[in-house]
């Protein structure tokens, strides 16, 4: 069992930034890949930036460029960096983990899953 809390979020102006914070609790976690979704209402959670276990690291077309994900397993924390904030990029930001083999921009191949960080970006 995985434990993860999202922080970091909140109301931000567009072309600001914030960064979020998934912190874990649990299990070992420089074995678990970790991705970061986001929901925004009325839409399907969809993927935005993934980093393996292996600090391989992914990213949403709509946000390359502008996001980064990183990880310090001495702290067992994933962050997402954002830049360059759109109002687009207004959900509800999640934190998932998995140990197995999976494809990392796929919501259903991970097993745990935080509680989410409400992030609005104003215009």
């Known amino acids: 069992q995985v434990q993860l809390v999202e922080s970091g979020g909140g109301l931000v102006q567009t072309g600001g930034s914030l960064r979020l914070s998934c912190a874990a609790a649990?299990?070992?976690?420089?074995?678990?890949?970790m991705g970061w979704f986001r929901q925004a209402p009325g839409k399907e959670r969809e993927f935005v930036a993934a980093i393996t276990r292996t600090s391989f690291t992914t990213y949403a077309d709509s946000v390359k460029g502008r996001f980064t994900i990183s990880r310090d397993n001495a702290k067992n924390t994933v962050y997402l960096q954002m830049n360059s904030l759109k109002p687009e990029d207004t959900a509800v930001y999640y934190c998932?983990?998995?140990?197995?083999?999976?494809?990392?921009?796929?919501?259903?191949?991970?097993?745990?899953w935080g509680q989410g960080t409400q992030v609005t970006v104003s215009s």
């Open positions: 649990g299990r070992t976690f420089s074995n678990y890949h």
């Open positions: 998932a983990a998995d140990s197995g083999v999976i494809a990392v921009d796929t919501s259903s191949h991970y097993d745990y």
